[in-house]
């Protein structure tokens, strides 16, 4: 399968000269200005994005802006007639992997071409063989020993075993893709693949070649057949995560194909049996959504043939020590670091924390203790500073209240930034995490929410 690139200049010239010189190579696309560029970007898997810095009245600058923010971005080059050193780090600082000065070098664009090719490849195969090398059996990586969890581990023994549809719901953090693969793990489907699909990373233009596949020439810009995540799990298992931010017309499709069994590629007709088993993941209720409209009943109630509710771990209270201390033993060990247990303070703080981030906001916060930790015990002060209360962050007791609310006799002492952070973090708390929910609470597009989260790793890290 070739590379896809994506070539961005307003000079026509440029463009013919350079798609010209590539197609042989890569899956080449064109776009002679930004807004062409970005619909590129949002309907296309883009692996090098090549563009010019003055494109009219715009800037090649927010282009790579635009392409870093997507879920997949794609690696970044710029090009310009105007280049100096100052101009090559500006670019790097957006996201640029290399800056090239016109007059353009045909040999020297290959040559990059070909080393960002091969850098893609590499970072592919180790997000594949990190993948692989996760521990996936069963029900080995799940802990809990409190009645909810171990009612939810008696529940996957049970319908493991089948082919039924399962449908997991939960806040975001709780989960659910642990349960996916422990269902996969001890069903009949086990020696065959487990796909993950994350819906909420997928626009609606790209999202129905990339679950069924697309024929050469079904679109613009579709050289060669590609078949979807259905074909490639055939005989395994499919899991659907965030099942809830799929779009109508995409819903109608996807309940054909659990009627039917069978696919039809983008720009073909003919039906291509798939024997996979389905199972949806969702942090949003869609019951709510289906008497909203948003959500097909109909697709509902083939997904929801078995529910499994994961609660978050504020509900489980009794769990949260036992997580801690496993968590602890084996991120010591990942992060090269002598196993040391947690001092009884901060088990205590642990326990009345919140944890909108749930299971996996726990487990950030103990490997921050086990990292800057250095005694025989990590005590409080070597766990994340939003759980000991530092003024900047998110502390236990502004999360329990769950209130959009600020103390007005504060607001002097915090600057814009704090509080625009802090109006994002209690959206998300109060939306359990679901990130599109929270832009619309906020009042800005999912995009813009995204950028603002990638901006400040650390002040949103319980729901990254």
């Known amino acids: 399968m070739k590379p896809v690139l994506l070539i961005v200049d307003d000079e026509k010239s440029t463009r013919m000269v350079l798609s010209a010189a590539l197609e042989e190579d890569y899956e080449v696309f064109a776009a002679a200005n930004g807004k062409a560029a970005r619909a590129i970007l949002e309907s296309e898997p883009v692996d090098i994005l090549l563009t010019d810095l003055r494109l009219g009245g715009e800037s090649g600058m927010d282009i790579i802006d635009f392409a870093v923010g997507l879920p997949q971005p794609p690696l970044c080059i710029m090009m310009t007639a105007y280049g100096s050193a100052d101009v090559a780090a500006e670019a790097r600082r957006h996201g640029a992997y290399y800056f090239l000065t016109k007059p353009l070098n045909l040999d020297e664009v290959e040559l990059l071409l070909r080393r960002a090719t091969h850098t893609r490849q590499l970072e592919s195969e180790n997000r594949e063989l990190t993948t692989r090398l996760e521990p996936t059996g069963g029900l080995d990586r799940m802990l809990g020993d409190s009645p909810q969890m171990q009612d939810i581990f008696n529940r996957i023994r049970r319908v493991a075993p089948t082919q039924a549809t399962v449908l997991i719901e939960g806040e975001s953090g709780t989960g659910k893709e642990l349960v996916a693969r ?120 083939r997904l929801n043939v078995i ?82 209360g530092t003024p900047g962050e998110t502390t236990p007791e502004t999360t329990k209240r769950g209130s959009m609310d600020f103390e007005l006799e504060t607001l002097p002492s915090l600057n814009l930034e704090y509080l625009e952070r802090r109006a994002i973090l209690l959206a998300l708390q109060r939306t359990g995490g679901n990130r599109s929910a929270a832009a619309e609470l906020l009042g800005i597009n999912r995009r813009t929410l995204q950028r603002k989260m990638a901006d400040a790793p650390q002040a949103f890290q319980p729901f990254l």
């Open 182 to 301: 422990a269902l996969h793990s001890l069903s009949s489907r086990s020696s065959r693949k487990f796909v993950a699909v994350n819906c909420a990373a997928l626009s609606p233009q790209l999202m129905e070649s990339e679950l069924f596949g697309h024929e050469k020439g079904a679109f613009t810009g579709a050289m060669q057949r590609r078949i979807g995540r259905f074909e490639e799990a055939d005989g395994g298992t499919l899991f659907l995560d965030e099942i809830g931010e799929i779009d109508i017309p995409t819903q109608v499709k996807l309940l054909r194909v659990l009627a039917e069994r069978s696919i039809e590629r983008v720009g073909s007709n003919a039906p291509v049996p798939v024997n996979v088993r389905v199972i949806a993941a969702t942090n949003r209720n869609l019951e709510a959504m289906v008497k909203e409209g948003t959500f097909r009943l109909d697709l509902y109630q």
């Open 307 to 388: 529910s499994l509710h994961l609660p978050p771990l504020r509900d489980r209270r009794g769990d949260i020590v036992l997580m801690a201390n496993a968590f602890a033993r084996e991120l010591s060990l990942m992060n090269n670091r002598d196993p040391r247990p947690l001092s009884r303070p901060a088990l205590e703080l642990l326990r009345g924390y919140e944890w909108p981030g749930n299971v996996r906001q726990l487990r950030t916060a103990v490997e921050h203790a086990v990292v800057m930790g250095s005694g025989p015990e990590l005590q409080v002060e070597d766990l994340p500073e939003y759980l000991t």
